[in-house]
C-alpha cells in the first residue's frame, strides 16, 4: 500500500531542523503483514530524545529510515498465525519482546535480546524482514516500529493491548517515555518504600521515573534539570524537591537534604556533566541507574578508589530492563487509577508538516513529550 511517511537520508544535519529538514514527508510503499506480522493504523507518535540523537547523528543508523520508535495505534489486519490480535485491537507500540530464546531472554532479560538486537542495527523487524520501500529502492525500519507514519507492520512482540478507554495519544507516550523512565526505577532500581531518589533531566523520560518513584514510596524525590521551566510539572507529578544542575551548591545541598545522598541516581538527560553530578550525589552503598544515552563511543570518567571504597555501583538502564508484556498493561492500569498521569507530560500535538520545526523545539529543551498525529 501507499502510505505518508516520514523518512531520513541523513544525519548529522545542521539546526534549525526547520530548515535542514532531516525527516522528508513523502510517500513510501509498505508490504502487507505477511505471516507472523500485524498492520497497524498509527494513531499517533510521541517525539523521544533519541529521535532526536538519531537525527544529531550521535548514534548511526542504517538509512534512509522511517522515523519513530514509540507510538499507537488500531488493528487493521493480521498475518496467518497472529492469534494474539485481532482487527480493531488497540495497541501501544513499543520495543519487541525478545526471541525467547537467546542467553538474555532466558535470562528473563529480553530488553537486551540478541535478536531484536541484531534486528535494531539490521533496520528490520524482529523477524529480520523489511517492508518499506520508494520507487522500489529500500527504506528500513527504526527500533522495528517506524511509527512516524500512517501505517506499521510489525510483529505482535512490539505492540501491547490497550484499553480503549486510553486516548491513543497518551497510549503512545508509553511505548518509550514510561517503559524506560519507569522501568528504571521500578526494574533496574528496585526502589523500595523510603529510599531517596534523584532524577536527573527533567524530560518526557525523567518525569515518568519521578511518577514511578512516588509510587514506590520513594522519599525525597529530587528533580535535577538545567531548566528550571521543568520544575512545576516535576513537582505536580511527584518531586518533593527541585535543584537546578548548575547551582554550584548542588552537591552540598542535596547531601544535606538526604544526610550523605540519595540511595538512587537515576541520569536521564543524557547529558555527561549529569553522570559526575549524579556520582556525586549518591550516598555510599548506593547505585547511579543509567539511562540517558550520549554519542556512541563516548568515555565517561569516574573515581575509582571512590567506587571500591563507597561501594558504589553503576547500573545500565535500557528500555526500563523491561519485559514489555508484562509492565505495559500494569503501567497503563497506573494512568487509568490517576496514579500516573502520562496525560501530564503532552506538550501538544502535531501533523507531520511541523515534525521538523518541533525538533528544534525538543532540542532547545521548550517541550516535555510531543505527539505526532500521522493521520491528522
Ligand atoms: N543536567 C540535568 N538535566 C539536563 C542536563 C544536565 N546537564 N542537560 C539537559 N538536561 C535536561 C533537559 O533540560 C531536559 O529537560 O534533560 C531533559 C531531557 O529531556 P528530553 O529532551 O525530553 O528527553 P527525553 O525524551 O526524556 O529523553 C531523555 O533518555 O531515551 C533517552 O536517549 C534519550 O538521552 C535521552 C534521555
Ligand atoms: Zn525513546
Ligand atoms: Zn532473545
Known amino acids: 500500500m501507499k502510505m505518508t511517511a516520514a523518512v531520513m537520508y541523513e544525519q548529522g544535519l545542521p539546526t534549525p531542523y526547520a530548515k535542514s529538514n532531516p525527516f522528508r514527508i513523502e510517500e513510501v510503499d509498505l508490504d502487507g503483514p505477511g505471516e507472523g506480522e500485524v498492520l497497524v493504523e498509527v494513531k499517533a507518535a510521541g517525539l523521544c530524545h533519541s529521535d532526536l540523537s538519531q537525527v544529531a547523528g550521535l548514534r548511526k543508523r542504517k538509512l534512509p529510515v522511517v522515523g519513530g520508535h514509540e507510538g499507537a495505534g488500531i ?51 524482529a523477524n529480520g524482514l523489511r517492508k518499506l520501500s520508494r520507487g522500489g529502492e529500500p527504506i528500513y525500519h527504526y527500533s522495528g516500529v517506524s511509527s512516524f507514519a500512517q501505517y506499521s507492520v510489525t510483529v505482535p512482540g512490539t505492540l501491547i493491548k490497550a484499553d480503549p478507554a486510553v486516548p491513543l495519544d497518551v497510549a503512545a507516550m508509553f511505548g518509550c517515555a514510561v517503559v524506560t523512565g519507569a522501568g528504571a526505577v521500578f526494574n533496574s532500581a528496585k526502589v523500595r518504600p523510603g529510599q531517596s531518589v534523584a532524577v536527573f533531566g527533567l524530560g518526557g523520560v525523567g518525569l515518568n521515573s519521578v511518577m514511578a518513584a512516588r509510587i514506590s514510596g520513594a522519599s525525597p524525590i529530587i528533580g535535577i534539570d538545567i531548566n528550571d521551566t521543568k520544575f512545576p510539572l516535576a513537582k505536580e507529578v511527584g518531586c518533593t524537591h527541585t535543584f537546578s544542575a548548575l547551582d554550584p551548591n548542588l552537591v552540598q545541598a542535596v ?35 543509567c539511562v540517558g544515552l550520549g554519542a556512541s563511543g563516548e568515555m565517561y570518567q569516574y573515581a575509582h578508589a571512590m567506587l571500591v571504597g563507597e561501594e558504589k555501583a553503576f547500573r545500565g538502564s535500557f528500555m526500563g ?43 532547545r529543551g521548550e517541550v516535555v513529550r510531543q505527539v505526532l498525529l500521522p493521520n491528522g
Do not use: W
Not at 487509577?337 to 525538533?359: A, C, I, Q, W, Y
Open 75 to 125: 488493528v487493521r489486519e493480521v498475518g496467518r498465525g497472529v492469534t494474539r490480535l485481532k482487527p480493531g485491537d488497540h495497541v501501544v507500540m513499543t520495543v519487541a519482546s525478545g526471541c525467547g530464546h537467546c542467553r538474555p531472554c532466558v535470562d528473563s532479560r529480553p530488553a537486551l535480546c540478541d535478536t531484536v538486537g541484531a534486528s535494531r542495527g539490521a533496520g528490520t523487524l
Open 255 to 289: 547531601k544535606d537534604l538526604t544526610q550523605g545522598g540519595v540511595d538512587f541516581a537515576v541520569e536521564v538527560s543524557g547529558a555527561k556533566p549529569a553522570m559526575a553530578s549524579a556520582n556525586a550525589i549518591t550516598r555510599k552503598g548506593g547505585e547511579i541507574i
Open 321 to 363: 530492563t523491561g519485559v514489555v508484556e508484562r509492565d505495559l498493561p500494569r503501567y497503563l492500569q497506573y494512568f487509568m487509577d490517576g496514579r500516573m498521569p502520562v496525560d501530564r507530560l503532552k506538550s501538544g500535538t502535531m501533523t507531520f508538516d511541523e515534525l521538523n520545526h518541533n525538533l528544534d523545539l525538543l532540542d
